[in-house]
């Protein structure tokens, strides 16, 4: 990729018109995904993303400029537009560059951007199979193999030159089966890690995908709709943690707290949480699918403790908004290429295990719901309002889990809905996800045990 | 290394390979953004991207890839990792390319000037100055921006097509923050064209009215009611439901209105466009991703189903032509069926008859939550929601905090009124143009 010197060179121009920090983030990524449709292969996206984006600050202003000309020329001329649009002033600041290894804490054996589409493509088929398998009423399948091999480059004037190559390797499978009355009811599953083509050798049974994903369609097919009401709720581990991450994670991240926009911004050692959460975001997990070895501003990632027995400990920061919060990051700046300004995101976040057994979390619901698996969500950090969607439900009466019920999804305000946590189990699971926001599309994982939520509004019918 | 000279390596590459039916898809933009808080600049883009799309059609399948790196040895890569794409795959209808000599609709361009950083900054400041006096409980937290957006797009294929088109957009964002001491909303306004020819004061007080008039309210009572879904919430229910109307979604099985071309889907009352030259949406198109001419077209007519939506390859295994809706929002997308600006024909009643005939019910404006609380595939949806109780054909206290609950397929039929204006709550594509639409019953999940 780009030399030091040449890297010298471009944050020379960046700073040339008094920046106090400039940084360079470089890229070329291979960028492949299969899709098939009723066994067979039905499209594919194969690209490569190049380019590069220059940033500079100056107290609590940033500038970004990007290019997809990586020649020498191309790339100071993107340094000298940032240094321009910033305004008339002197250098300051001189640059000096060291090259920095980080120990890569999540290995790949085999590289699947080299691999053969044959060779995703009979993983695929043996998940898709694996759901026709499940059961007669499966009437359709869809999957997709996904693969990214990120190489990027970092180097800014706090004297950091790192680069680094994250791949991560991903199959999801949905199905479809026709419903008692008459309707479609879907299923899906859609395991990932940073890994390579080794993820289907231990970690991930393509064929349990499929038939994980037909069995929810098949419960979901015979289920009728969700009451609607406020209820207590049971939520299960593993992706149930989207909870948290739409909850309370969004709002944690400094580019809403940084401006007080907010539920949380100001409450640093108040108590947010029910006294059993305590709540996590760790880059740091080997090979999960939201880790990395450094963050997209070349902080090392870390296990931050967001949450500890209920009381707010830290905010995921990333070095522009900690300006102005007047903390140093927490190696949670993310982006998804260089197209995108970073800002603080999460990487795998997610409530640690509690005291509860998770009979006694159902034997203590009267009349609520049993939230098994769920789907994604949204939130405005702003007001803290909050939506999820509930894949598999089921009617909890007098302490049993009953019938399946369909079609809810669970709203709310982040601040009263964390607090009304009131039970946390100990099968604390991770699942991984696709986070949205200004920045982009990022992997992240979401997780937790099986949790009870006192009070919530559920959206049937 | 500019397009045309990598055109022409591409070129010399699939000669070499025994490559002759191809096609490449050149996009490229450039935009520079100013972004304040509270009047103050905290953040400004100036971007340059693009990149190049080449498809190839090989025993039957049209293979694709796609780079940012215009260099020799990516020309040669590109040609051969989408013959390898196009052996990969398997399904079984035919691909086909454009064919050049076809006819475009005229279309008067939306032209909207470059502007230079001074004046984004500026349009971003006046913006942020006419927040500042919009409305009492009008905060020091909003942030705006100003954005000027350039975008070229050129297609060329072997069998003659030759396309081009720029766009360009220019934006004003205001983003209000409102507060009454004890809670916080928010609400934002996108206001596109050359900033000086935009009202930003009048745009900030609407925002702020909008935000405002949510403040401290309560939670919407449970029940099985009317519902008036407003323009804006209509942008959010048909954008996420017009996946239905793809023929290529249906091939899959993947679509409730498989089949059902010709049969009544919903209410008389109900008449759906699809328009690539709406007036109010500065982002028009002669062309489509694949390069056949785009056109104007009912999908439901009179409550019928009148089209769903072609390409080349699906109107050709249906023996019918394209309606020019293969969509691709950049080189790096995927050719898919898509609509541009769906425009829902209004009705008869004034918004005060529409709220009249409501009698009791909810008005609703805000839907969130789409990717989640929506199943386009059955059409079931469960939405978190924000609006307006409606009492005495009136509207009366704000409600937020609730779901509506329904069936899409099912609401369409029980669509009962709309009123009298179409409102284009948000350029891009797609979009949406629709009425206040009343609906005869849906269920309330509050308090």
Not at chain 1, 66 to 85: I, P, W
Not at chain 1, 114 to 142: F, H, M, W
Not at chain 1, 417 to 442: F, H, Q, R
Not at chain 2, 55 to 81: D, F, K, N, P, W
Request: negative net charge.
């Amino acid at each position: 990729m780009i030399s030091r010197e040449i890297c010298a060179k471009i944050l020379e121009a960046a700073v040339s018109t008094g920046a106090d920090y400039a940084e360079i983030f470089a890229e070329n990524s291979k960028n492949h995904s299969i899709s098939m449709v009723s066994g067979k292969v039905d499209s594919i996206s194969d690209g490569v993303v190049s380019g590069a984006a220059v940033r500079v600050y100056k107290g609590l202003r940033s500038v970004m400029a990007t290019t997809v000309d990586l020649s020498q020329e191309g790339l100071l001329r993107c340094a000298k537009k940032a240094a321009a649009a910033l305004g008339e002033g002197k250098a300051e600041l001189s640059i000096v560059l060291r090259d920095r290894l980080y120990t890569n804490i999540h290995p790949v054996r085999v590289v699947p951007s080299s691999a053969p589409n044959r060779e995703k493509v009979e993983i695929l088929r043996t998940a898709c199979q694996g759901a026709y398998d499940y059961d007669k009423r499966i009437r359709q399948v869809t999957g997709t193999f996904l693969d990214v091999d990120q190489n990027i480059l970092i180097a800014n004037t706090e004297g950091i030159r790192a680069t680094d190559r994250r791949i991560r390797t991903r199959i999801a499978v949905t199905a479809l089966a026709d419903a008692k009355d008459g309707g479609t009811q879907t299923g899906s599953c859609s395991p990932g890690r940073r890994m390579g083509m080794e993820l289907f050798e231990k970690e991930v049974d393509a064929e349990a995908v499929g038939r994980e994903a037909a069995r929810q369609a098949v419960v979901m097919s015979e289920a009728g709709y969700c009451p609607a009401g406020v209820m207590p709720v049971a939520i299960g581990n593993g992706f149930g943690g989207v909870i948290f991450h739409e909850a309370c994670g969004h709002s944690l991240e400094a580019s809403s707290v940084a401006f007080g926009l907010s539920q949380f911004a100001g409450k640093l050692g108040e108590k947010i949480a029910g006294e059993k959460v305590t709540a996590y975001d760790d880059g740091t997990i080997p090979n999960a699918w939201g880790s990395l070895n450094f963050d997209d501003e070349g902080t090392p990632t870390r296990r931050n403790v967001l949450i500890e027995n209920g009381v707010l400990k830290t905010y995921m920061i990333d070095k522009f908004n900690g300006r102005r919060m007047g903390l140093p990051s927490t190696g949670s700046s993310r982006r998804e290429s260089f197209e995108y300004t970073p800002t603080s995101r999460m990487t795998n976040t997610f409530i640690g295990e509690g005291p509860d057994e998770n009979e006694a979390i159902i034997a203590s619901i009267d009349n609520g719901l049993y939230a098994a698996a769920m789907g994604g969500g949204s939130v405005n950090p702003t007001t803290g309002e909050f939506n999820f969607a509930v894949r598999e439900g089921y009617l909890v009466r007098n302490g049993k889990i009953c019938e399946p019920v369909r079609g809810a999804s669970l709203v709310g305000r982040g601040s009263d809905v964390i607090m009304n946590i009131d039970m946390v189990g100990k099968d604390l699971l991770l699942a991984e996800g696709m986070c949205g926001a200004s920045s982009g599309s990022i992997p992240t994982c979401v997780g937790q045990p099986m949790i009870r939520v006192s009070s919530i509004t559920v959206g049937g019918r | 290394m500019e397009f045309k000279d990598f055109k022409t390596l591409v070129a010399e590459a699939a000669g070499k390979a025994g490559i002759g039916d191809y096609e490449l898809y050149y996009a490229s933009e450039e935009s520079t953004e100013v972004e304040m808080f509270n009047g103050e600049t905290t953040g400004f883009t100036a971007s340059l991207t693009g990149g190049v799309a080449f498809r190839c059609i090989l025993s039957g399948h049209m293979g694709s890839a796609y780079t940012q790196e215009l260099s020799g040895e990516q020309a040669e890569s590109l040609v051969r990792r989408a013959m390898d794409n196009a052996l990969t795959l398997e399904k079984e209808e035919e691909a086909f390319f454009a064919e050049g000599g076809a006819a475009y609709p005229e279309c008067e361009r939306t032209e909207m000037p470059v502007l230079t950083p001074e004046q984004l900054t500026r349009a971003a400041f006046d913006a942020n100055e006419a927040l500042k006096v919009s409305h009492e409980k009008i905060t020091d937290r909003c942030s705006t921006q100003a954005v000027t957006q350039q975008s070229k797009t050129c297609l060329v294929n072997s069998r003659g097509v030759d396309l081009s088109w720029n766009s360009s957009v220019d934006a004003v964002i205001l983003g209000a923050v409102v507060s009454d001491g004890t809670e916080d909303n928010d609400d934002f306004e996108i206001k596109a064209g050359d900033p000086d020819s935009l009202d930003l004061k009048e745009a900030a007080k609407k925002v702020a009215a909008r935000a405002a008039a949510k403040l401290g309210a309560d939670v919407a009572p449970t029940g099985v009611c009317p519902v008036i879904f407003a323009p804006e919430a209509m942008y959010n229910l048909l954008l996420t439901f017009a996946a239905a109307f793809s023929a290529e979604n249906a091939r899959k099985g993947l679509s409730a209105l498989q089949g059902k071309e010709g049969e009544v889907i919903a209410s008389e009352i109900v008449t759906l466009l699809d328009d690539p030259f709406y007036p109010e949406n500065p982002v028009k198109r002669i062309f489509d991703g694949e390069g056949s001419p785009t056109a104007r077209k009912e999908i439901i007519s009179g409550g019928v189903l009148n089209t769903l939506l072609y390409d080349l390859s699906t109107a050709h295994a249906a023996g019918k032509q394209t309606t020019g809706n293969a969509s691709r929002s950049s080189y790096d997308s995927p050719v898919s069926i898509q609509p541009y600006t769906l425009v829902l024909a209004p009705g008869r009643l004034t918004e005060e008859e529409l709220l009249a005939q409501c009698g009791s019910g909810v008005w609703i404006d805000t839907l969130g939550g789409m990717h989640a609380g929506a199943n386009p595939i059955s059409g079931d949806f469960s939405l978190q929601s924000s609006g307006f109780l409606v009492e005495n054909g009136e509207k009366t206290a704000a409600v937020r905090s609730f779901t509506v609950s329904g069936n899409f397929f099912d609401m369409l039929k029980n669509i009962t009124a709309l009123s009298d204006k179409a409102v284009f709550p948000r350029l891009g594509l797609p979009a949406v143009a629709s009425p206040a639409v009343l609906v005869k019953e849906l269920t309330i999940s509050g308090k």
